[in-house]
């Protein structure tokens, strides 16, 4: 429902804009290598990842196309898609790192039975792109604008994205 919607996104604003402890600022990454799904995930766990464009090259879809070399279609988007990491992070666009769960899909949420809060679990964490968390929620998209809205609701402004 709405309500529900709501409150997933305002947990979620929250676990965006929470302070990395022991954990450098501005860097992208986590202090442990994790998983998605079955696919291992490399976090940079030396904390020393303070370029965006170059952690989302290496760590993530870098590191998924060097998992697959023999997938002639996914090798060729893959490059693709390298080409244009300049025209999708333009040079001087300042990214400030966000903790992610990394791996939210509709399968990694529900309600508790116990609270009717919101949960999320399996998460592949790690800090990245804020706007990344609108990604993820691509795929939780049958919450609709309320889980959008939730999140947009918690964040500050300069974290905001229109929703």
Known sequence: NAETSRAFGLGLAAMHSAPAPDWPDNSFGFPLDGSCGAMSQPNQPSGDATDWVKFWATHRLGH???????????????????????????????????????????????????????????????????????WHCVHVRRLGLELLRGVRERETPSRQAHV
């Open 64 to 134: 998924q196309l060097r998992a697959c070399p023999s997938c002639t279609p996914i090798q060729e988007l893959g490059a693709k898609c390298m080409e244009r990491q300049p025209q999708l992070f333009p040079e001087g666009l300042e990214i400030q790192p966000s903790l992610l769960h990394g791996d939210l899909w509709g399968g990694n949420h529900a309600v508790c039975a116990d609270t009717g809060l919101p949960t999320i679990y399996d998460p592949a964490c790690y800090y990245g792109h804020t706007r990344g968390r609108l």
